[in-house]
């Protein structure tokens, strides 16, 4: 499975902006997709998870600002990410946990920046 993201960029305080997670390859195996973030010097995060059931996981972090919502058809997950705060600034990965021993993929990371 590969991963490629999108949607990073610059917003302001408040703000919303929307990512966006492409898979490819064996995209029938995925059971877990998820976002991770990292800040430098600081070890990767959890953001949010989706199962392949639908079913979500926040960190308390961005819970009540961030939704995940996955197209199985379309083999994307996107995370909305709304009311957006300086401390969310972070490089954002794309994650999917596949296969029956659950193998990991990540994507490549995309930039968010909140800044006035």
């Known amino acids: 499975v590969q991963l490629q993201a999108s949607g990073g960029g610059l917003v302001q305080p408040g703000g919303s902006l929307r990512l966006s997670c492409a898979a490819s390859?064996?995209?029938?195996?995925?059971?877990?997709m998820g976002w991770y973030r990292q800040v430098p010097g600081k070890q990767r995060d959890l953001v949010a998870v989706?199962?392949?059931?639908?079913?979500?996981t926040y960190s308390d972090s961005v819970k009540g600002r961030f939704t995940i919502s996955r197209d199985s058809a379309k083999n994307t997950m996107q995370p909305q990410m709304n009311s957006l705060k300086p401390e969310d600034t972070a490089v954002y990965y794309c994650?999917?946990?596949?296969?029956?021993?659950?193998?990991?993929?990540w994507g490549q990371g995309t930039q968010v920046t909140v800044s006035s």
């Open positions: 994650h999917a946990y596949y296969g029956d021993l659950f193998y990991d993929s």
């Open positions: 390859g064996s995209t029938s195996s995925i059971k877990v």
């Open positions: 989706i199962s392949s059931s639908g079913s979500t």
